[in-house]
């Protein structure tokens, strides 16, 4: 799964909550059964909780806690389960007053989610880990560290207190930073908010009571000319503040952070959702309690389920997407994440979800670092999002003071991670000096290997970085891969083809650059997409708007090749073919220096 960016730090195991992703909730095992007058209870609790102008009956609850009971029954097949949870998600739309109809898209991804986390060990929990409305504010909490000349906000990502993720780096910048580590409420020592008077995820209760802490804080300690900088859900607040308060921040620095949740358009899988549409889909989003999660069980059996995972499930270290640290990580995951803040983790994931900064950002006054980690191959969080996003907001605004630097082979926590690049890149862009990451990652043992290649076509090196499945026995063309549907053209990310010079392919101009290749096999011929956007992974963020090119060549046969590959091969002084190979199946297409 992918790991969302500014939500939850646990983007391994939250499947598509915001899906943020962006997306479905963490993980667990409800504990021991309770009776059914105290479940009915809280069923009851629950549905009163959404909105307080709707009254709900026993009869209500009594009836969505039987849909629930067979939606989590054991034994399920997964079309049984998506069914049965399809029922549990059209009573709760009827009972809130939507349009079952108008929603039916909406109801089927959302059922379609919860099904496959508890096909995976998910469960749900009916119990309340936040204050109801009227209760007294939740607040950030902050720690303060060093005597440097220069003013740090350090904001950390969900579950985690700022004191941990940042304590290395606090450390070694004693003498450089005044730091203040921030912890977002509900979070280490930081008091939770409370819940809303009325479920509506979009209005952003608890991001927008967070990020006005921050600006009071900064307005109370009278600093000015602030670096900020946020991690992964942390990284909503850099820019945000950034962005909207400017006349206190000198600069932002956003470390695996997006701009908004990747999110797909229920109309139209291969295009991302509208602002509109989000906004829409966090207005109807059921409660956190009837969303399916993992929900940690005690701390032993939390040890044992994230140690050695029983087959089949989805459990796992959630926090090894942010450091190849198991000792810290698992400490970190053992320490930090409670049934409380896992409801919490998911309720701010909601409310990313109904976010998305390009706005603000268009009107940025202040330089801003987007620090993009490349994961290591064999990372949870591996097809981040952060590098595509900030690219494409470059595309639509060219003249937005940002600056996108890859940490090739880092996780998430990328200040622990890598901790001289991260000092140097720091120092460099506060400095106003190029700031230079690094793009290659080292090779592992992979069931789709990676591979690459390149050669000279005139005076343009044409190189290619793609990824290699095996025929394996499987029935390739119209079936594994289908026809007429867009493909990531091999496994994992997409290849990323560069040109160092301006080509043509097959007759058509094409700027130097790096593009993601994407195609769209058919029977007799194929449709090459070339798309703006590196570092995809699979089709997660593609958008055809970014298409740079598009071209329809012929499909040939050809010897049988068991595993995927891709060729580059000069036929004249400026002309050469890039050919696409599997089982037995060639495409060429033909490219050439510009000019010539």
């Not at 007058?37 to 009594?62: C, G």
Request: proline residues 8%; without cysteine; hydrophobic residues 45%.
């Amino acid at each position: 799964m992918k790991n969302f960016f500014h939500f939850s730090i646990a983007a391994p195991v939250l499947a598509a909550v915001l899906a943020i992703g962006t997306a479905p909730p963490l993980v667990a095992q409800s504990g021991t059964p309770r009776p059914d007058a105290a479940r009915l209870r809280q069923m009851h609790a629950v549905l009163a909780s959404i909105d307080p102008d709707r009254p709900v009956s026993t009869d209500d609850a009594a009836r969505m806690l039987g849909l629930l009971d067979k939606a989590e029954a054991t034994g399920l097949a997964i079309a049984d389960r998506r069914a049965a949870m399809t029922e549990l998600y059209r009573e709760l739309w009827r009972l809130r007053g939507f349009d079952l109809e108008a929603d039916a898209a909406q109801i089927r991804a959302a059922a379609n989610a919860a099904a496959g986390l508890v096909a995976f060990g998910g469960s749900f929990s009916l119990e309340a880990h936040v204050p109801g409305p009227g209760a007294a504010e939740g607040r950030i909490h902050v720690v303060k560290r060093g005597s440097g000349p220069v003013p740090v906000l350090l904001v950390s990502t969900l579950a985690l207190p700022a004191a941990e993720l940042y304590g290395s780096f606090m450390e070694r910048n004693a003498s450089r930073y005044t730091m203040y580590a921030v912890t977002l409420p509900g979070f280490g020592e930081a008091p939770p908010l409370p819940r809303p008077a009325k479920l509506d995820y979009a209005a952003t209760h608890w991001l927008d009571a967070a990020e006005r802490q921050m600006a009071d804080f900064l307005v109370r300690e009278n600093l000015k000319d602030v670096v900020v900088i946020g991690t992964a859900a942390g990284g909503y607040f850099s820019a945000a503040l950034a962005a909207r308060h400017p006349e206190r921040i000198r600069a932002a620095v956003v470390v695996n952070g997006l701009v908004n949740a990747p999110m797909r358009a229920l109309g139209d899988p291969l295009r991302p959702a509208a602002f509109e549409e989000r906004l829409e889909r966090a207005r109807r989003a059921a409660p956190v309690e009837l969303r399916a999660a993992f929900w940690p069980p005690s701390r032993d059996e939390f040890r044992a389920l994230v140690t050695n995972p029983p087959q089949g499930t989805a459990w796992g270290n959630p926090l090894l997407f942010g450091t190849r640290d198991t000792e810290l990580a698992l400490r970190w995951t053992l320490d930090y994440f409670t049934p409380e803040s896992v409801w919490r983790q998911v309720h701010y994931g909601a409310e990313l979800g109904a976010t998305d900064l390009t706005a603000d950002l268009r009107k940025l006054q202040r330089p801003l670092l987007v620090i993009a980690s490349i994961h290591d191959h064999l990372s949870p969080g591996v097809g981040s999002a952060a590098a595509g996003q900030w690219t494409e907001l470059k595309l639509r605004a060219p003249g937005t003071p940002v600056t996108i630097v890859p940490f090739a082979d880092v996780r998430t926590f990328a200040s622990h991670e890598a901790p001289e690049l991260f000092d140097r890149a720091l120092g460099d862009f506060l400095s106003g000096r190029p700031v230079t990451g690094t793009t290659k990652r080292a090779p592992v043992a992979l069931p789709s290997p990676f591979g690459s290649t390149s050669a000279y076509i005139g005076a343009s090196e044409v190189s290619v970085e793609y990824f290699r499945p095996a025929v394996k026995g499987r029935e390739i063309w119209g079936k594994l891969v289908p026809y007429d549907t867009i493909w990531r053209t091999g496994a994992n990310e997409a290849p990323m083809i560069t040109f160092t010079h301006d080509v043509t392919i097959e007759g058509r101009p094409l700027a130097a650059g790096t593009y993601t290749l994407f195609t769209i096999p058919g029977r007799t011929e194929w449709t090459l997409i070339l798309n703006r956007i590196p570092w995809q992974f699979g089709l997660f963020i593609y958008d055809p708007e970014f298409d740079a090119l598009r071209v329809t060549v012929p499909v040939q046969t050809g010897e049988m090749r068991e595993a995927f590959e891709i060729a580059v091969e000069p036929t004249g002084p400026a002309e050469g073919v890039v050919t696409l190979r599997w089982e037995r199946i060639a495409v060429p297409f033909k490219v050439a220096l510009a000019g010539q």
